[in-house]
């Protein structure tokens, strides 16, 4: 055979060869590219203000239930001040729009000042917000008592009262029977859920309020009261507005 037909095939032999050699080496690799993450702009913190009282001292009756003054597009706090300390609570103002505004009327006007947690039960809740539980000579009397007027519940919202910490209307039998009258659970309560207004949660202070004194307990015949058990006073009830 010639000699450059050989030389021809040669190179023919070792291209080839090079070739099988390059498929068979690991491909290589490349550092992979990462897009650099978006900023991300941090919500502006709500800030509040207090808002001022409405009376300089305790106004306990009503004659009709109050015209609507907050704005539902603001986000509400009230403060709840006891003996054992603070109970901090958000305002639903979206869900509960009419319970809200009477609850913050309610406590500009002072009216929660002095009265008593009368109905505070062990693994439920505790209930507060009648005017004659500032009265200790009308201690049979608590539980019953209102601002002079009545509203309707709103249990349409989807909110439930499914942890503790939720903040209620308490009422009669009646849908439309809610005056001042107010509950926290200290336990999930769901099957009060869709029967009465949930209009707040509580975001601090859930161990003062478990701290109440417990003044009645749920038995197998029913709720009975403890024999001398003193109910909290509610010192007072400061309400915070977004700026």
Known sequence: MPFHSLNGRSLTCA??????????????TRAPVTAPAPAVTPAPAVSFQVMP???????RSFTAAPAMTI???RSYRAVLKTARGDITVDLNAKGSPVAVNNFVFLARHR??????F????EGFMAQGGDPLSADTARSAEWGTGGPGYQFAAEVN???????????GMARSQSLTSQGSQFFITVAPADFLSGGYTVF???IGGQNVLASLTRTARSTAQGEQAIPGAAADTLIGVQILESR
Do not use: M
């Not at 291209?15 to 290589?28: D, V, W």
């Not at 009216?111 to 008593?116: A, I, K, S, V």
């Not at 009368?118 to 039960?121: A, E, L, N, Y």
């Open 15 to 28: 291209a080839l060869l090079g070739a099988a050699l390059s498929a068979c080496a690991p491909a290589a």
């Open 71 to 73: 704005d539902p597009a």
């Open 200 to 202: 707040g949660q509580v």
């Open 118 to 121: 009368h109905r505070v039960i």
């Open 111 to 116: 009216f929660y000042d002095g009265t008593r």
């Open 53 to 59: 009282f409405l009376s300089e001292t305790p106004v």
């Open 157 to 167: 919202n989807g909110l439930r009262f499914d942890r503790a910490g939720v903040l």
